[in-house]
């Protein structure tokens, strides 16, 4: 018996080398291309487990929301100057005339009650101007009046209303905008060049962006826009006040502007500042500087030789005050051109950019402790921050808070 099985299980085990050997050979020669480099094995690749694409949701996206999209047209009156020789331009001799002309921007369905946010530059007019025949256009093209009910120029954020319409579509949910994630999707919906509802992707691009635009009307002001969010999502003219959206449908900002220096730079407000502003406005109608942003009033300047030499300050350390703004808190708390802010708060600086920075980090409210040096006599003063005026005018040599 013992002779017999001997054999047997010699036999097995070379057939089952054998068959060993094959199955390699075999699947060397038809399974190479799936196989990684040098045939290893291949990498295993998850399917996404909804199974939708982005660009999938992204369309789902814009289907959802922009019903709730709008536009809106108004007609600005005021004045305009006319130089008389094309050779001079604004700073020539000329004539004030009579001005009307349209406008228009964008905006969103905020709640039931038939409010709508856009940029408060969109209904703001220039400066000494007015606006009239305010429209709202929806997307199925009802044209409907629309009132002010207010505007923050400091953040360009404003609530616009239409009464009693019927087909009011529903509000666009608010994201939160402190859990966005840069290189995530963004899309802007708008009224570009008055072109009806236009789409426009891209990711974003960055946080905290600040910004400063010319104020109308030739005063001399900028606005000062901090904390924006940038995005390569294309905003245009017309685009201003309508919703920058993520491939869910929520609001993750308010387009407000481009970097006209370059493309693919554009700028929209976070839209946790919407939540803040806009029931802060629907509280309190009106127009509102709403900066938000501590005001000294008092422009700020090295220590150089030449200015220590000028108002004969011997001392090490400190930033010079160039510029006081009559009744601004500075003023008020005694503080004088020439005079050399040795500390605040206990931090002693050196540099008028970090001064300044610091004193615009503060809000309206704050104190600051300033420790001056003035015409050789070291004193304390305490600095009641104001808030900084949307449209204050900088001057031009030197950062001031």
């Known amino acids: 018996m013992k002779n017999r099985v001997m054999p047997t299980v010699i ?49 789902s996206a814009v289907k959802r929301t922009k019903a709730s999209v709008v536009a809106i047209t108004e007609q600005i009156n005021g004045q305009q100057f ?59 093209g ?6 002010v009910i207010g505007a923050n120029l400091g953040a360009d954020l404003a609530i616009i209303r239409v009464e009693n319409y019927g087909k009011l579509p529903p509000a666009l949910p608010l994201a939160d905008s402190d859990k966005l994630e840069q290189g995530q999707w963004a899309i802007a919906i708008g009224e570009p060049y008055e072109l009806k509802q236009s789409v426009t992707l891209g990711i974003i691009s960055g946080f905290q962006r600040e910004e400063q635009v010319q104020a109308e009307g ?49 700028f929209a407000i976070p839209s946790n500042e919407v939540r803040d502003v806009i029931p802060a406005l629907l509280k309190n109608p009106g127009l509102h500087q709403g900066t938000n942003t501590g005001f000294a009033g008092v422009a700020l300047a090295p220590l150089t030789a030449g200015l220590k030499n000028q108002i004969g300050y011997n001392g090490q350390g400190g930033v010079a005050a160039v510029q006081v703004v009559p009744g601004s808190p500075a003023d008020k708390a005694g503080l004088q051109p020439g005079d050399v802010i040795l500390s605040v708060d206990g931090k002693t600086f050196n540099d008028n950019a970090a001064l300044s920075k610091y004193i615009g980090s503060k ?11 003035s015409q050789g006599v070291k004193k304390f003063i305490a600095v009641t921050l104001e808030e900084r005026p949307a449209d204050y005018g900088q001057p031009a040599a030197q950062p001031t808070p």
Do not use: C
């Open 218 to 266: 030739g005063g001399g002001g900028v606005y000062d826009f901090k904390g924006l969010l940038q995005t390569s999502a294309p905003i245009n003219p017309g685009n201003s006040g309508g919703p920058l959206i993520d491939i869910e449908g929520q609001v993750i900002g308010v387009n407000q502007l481009t970097n006209e220096n370059g493309q693919g730079i554009g």
């Open 142 to 147: 009802d044209r409907k009046p629309a009132r």
């Open 363 to 373: 809000k309206p409210g704050d104190t600051l402790r300033m420790n001056v040096w």
């Open 11 to 59: 036999v097995g085990l070379v057939g089952a080398i054998i068959g060993s050997f094959l199955m390699m050979l075999y699947a060397s020669t038809h399974f190479a291309n799936v196989a990684g480099p040098d045939h290893t094995p291949p990498a295993v690749v998850a399917a996404p487990l909804s199974g939708v694409s982005d660009q999938d949701r992204i369309v």
């Open 82 to 140: 006319v130089p008389l020789s094309p050779f001079f331009g604004n700073q020539g001799p000329g004539v004030v005339q009579p001005y009307r002309g349209q406008a228009s921007g964008s905006g969103f369905i905020y709640d039931s009650s038939g409010d709508i946010v856009t940029n408060a530059h969109v209904v703001n007019p220039p400066t000494g101007g007015h606006i009239s025949n305010l429209t709202v256009i929806f997307a199925n």
